[in-house]
């Protein structure tokens, strides 16, 4: 059974800083490796926006213009975990964040679409 749980979401004051974590268990073929892992996040109202990837055996990373320079995404890969480090927080951030998986990366960064995805965790910028 595929898990992808997200943690590490909360409230914050705008500037301020938080690091997502997502843990992935039971991933098939080759497991964690073998993935592409993103952020997404969907604000209420809003569609859902592509956030960051990151391609664990190589290391590349790619992420929205929107969030370039104030996130960064990260893995450890013995524990099967992406990270979102974000700085430099802004009310607009606010959202719902999904930690997701695909074996195809441009599924996961130009469709917006993904093979897994975590049940989501609150991030909330006050002004």
């Known amino acids: 059974q595929v898990q992808l749980v997200e943690s590490g979401g909360g409230l914050v004051q705008a500037g301020g800083s938080l690091r997502l974590s997502c843990a992935a268990s039971g991933l098939p073929f080759s497991g964690f490796s073998s993935y592409h892992m993103g952020w997404f996040r969907q604000a209420p109202g809003k569609d859902r926006e592509f956030v960051a990837v990151i391609s664990p055996n190589s290391g590349s990373t790619n992420s929205a213009d929107s969030v370039k320079g104030r996130f960064t995404i990260s893995t450890a890969n013995a524990k099967n975990t992406v990270y979102l480090q974000m700085n430099s927080l802004k009310p607009e ?9 695909a074996r195809d990366r441009l599924k996961l960064v130009v469709r917006g679409e993904y093979d897994y995805r975590g049940q989501g965790t609150q991030v909330t910028v006050s002004s």
Do not use: R
């Open 93 to 101: 951030d606010t959202a719902v964040y999904y930690c997701a998986a």
